[in-house]
C-alpha cells in the first residue's frame, strides 16, 4: 500500500507537472524563430561584426606589419604594466573577496549591509570619477599631495596609481560571485568541521575552498578581464606617458589618434584575444561547475530513496 501510494504520488503527478511546464512554455515556431533570429541579428551587429572588423583591420597590411606593432618597444611596456596591474590587484581582489564573503555570508554583525553596499561602489561609480578620487587624494594639490612630494613619493601618474585604479573598480567581482554561493551553501559544514574539533585553517581549506572553488575561479576570470581591460580610471591617473604609465588600452587609444590605425588595431586584437581567452575558460568554467552540482545531486539523490 505504500509503495503504491509513493508510486502513484511520484509517476503520474510528476509526469502531469512535468507536462504542465512544457505547456506553459511552448510557443508557436513563428514567435520561437523571431526571437531567435532577433538575438542573432543582434549579436551579429554588435558583437560578432566589430569583432570580425578588428582582426581585419589588424591584418589589412599584412603580417609583417600586425607583429611589428605588437614588437615596438612602447607595445611591449602596455603589455608589461597591463599585466603587473593584473598580477597585483587580482590577488588582492581574491584575498579581499573572500574574507568578505565569508564575513558577510558565515556571521551577522553590525554594519553588514552597509559593507555590502560598499562592495557594490564600484559598480555604480563611473570609473573616471574612480580616478578623479584618486587625483584629489594623492595629487599635487590634493590631501596627500605635499606630504607625498615632501617624501619624493610618486602615486599618480606612476605604476602605483594604476594599480591602486585597477584595484578599486575590479575588487567587487570576486566578492559577488562568492556571497550568493557561500549564503546557500549555509553553515552547517563548517559547524561540523568546528565541533569536530578543526580549526579555522582546516575548515576552509578542506570544506569551504572545494564548495567555492568553480565560483571562486570564475570570480577571479572575470576580475583579471575587468583589470587588463579598464580604461577610465586608469587613464586619468596614468598621465598618458608613453612607454611608462600607457596600458594596452591606453596605448590603442593614442596610436588612433594619431592615425596610426594598423597598430591599433594590432593592439587592440590582442585585446580581443585576451577577451575571447576569457570567454572560453569562463565556459569550460561553467561547464564544470554545472556537472559538479549535478554530481552531487546525483549522488544525494539515492541517499534520500535509501533512507
Known amino acids: 500500500m505504500a509503495g503504491a501510494t509513493t508510486l502513484s504520488w511520484g509517476g503520474p503527478v510528476d509526469a502531469a507537472a512535468r507536462f504542465e511546464s512544457k ?77 568578505a564573503a565569508w564575513a558577510i555570508a558565515k556571521f551577522e554583525f553590525r554594519g553588514k549591509h552597509f559593507l555590502i553596499t560598499l562592495i557594490d561602489l564600484p559598480f555604480s561609480v563611473s570609473p573616471v570619477i574612480a580616478g578623479l578620487i584618486y587625483v584629489l587624494l594623492f595629487g599635487a594639490q590634493g590631501w596627500f599631495g605635499p606630504w607625498l612630494a615632501e617624501h619624493d613619493l610618486k602615486i599618480l601618474f606612476a605604476v602605483p596609481g594604476i594599480v591602486l585604479a585597477t584595484v578599486f573598480v575590479t575588487f567587487p567581482f570576486v566578492a559577488r560571485e562568492l556571497i550568493p554561493l557561500m549564503q546557500a551553501q549555509g553553515r552547517e559544514e563548517e559547524e561540523a568541521a568546528i565541533v569536530l574539533g578543526a580549526n579555522g585553517w582546516q575548515t576552509f581549506r578542506h570544506v569551504t575552498l572545494p564548495n567555492i572553488k568553480w565560483g571562486l575561479l570564475y570570480g577571479v576570470i572575470l576580475c583579471n578581464a575587468r583589470a587588463m581591460g579598464e580604461f577610465g580610471a586608469v587613464s586619468v591617473v ?16 593614442i596610436l588612433y589618434n594619431e592615425y596610426q590605425f594598423a597598430a591599433a588595431f594590432a593592439v587592440a586584437s590582442l585585446l580581443a584575444l585576451l577577451a575571447l581567452a576569457t570567454l572560453a575558460i569562463k565556459t569550460w568554467v561553467e561547464h564544470r ?11 544525494e539523490a539515492p541517499r534520500d530513496n535509501a533512507s
Open 23 to 99: 505547456a506553459a512554455t511552448r510557443e508557436a515556431p513563428l514567435v520561437k524563430w523571431a526571437i531567435l533570429g532577433l538575438s542573432l541579428t543582434f549579436f551579429a551587429i554588435f558583437l560578432l561584426l566589430p569583432l570580425v572588423a578588428v582582426f581585419v583591420e589588424a591584418l589589412r597590411k599584412g603580417w609583417g606589419t600586425y607583429l611589428s606593432a605588437l614588437a615596438h618597444q612602447d607595445a611591449l611596456s602596455a603589455m608589461k604594466l597591463t599585466l603587473i596591474a593584473a598580477i597585483v590587484s587580482v590577488p588582492l581582489n581574491l584575498v579581499f573577496g573572500v574574507c
Open 289 to 299: 561547475a554545472s556537472h559538479a552540482g549535478s554530481d552531487g545531486i546525483a549522488i
Open 238 to 253: 596614468s598621465g598618458h606617458i608613453r612607454g611608462q604609465t600607457n596600458t594596452l588600452p591606453l596605448h590603442v587609444e
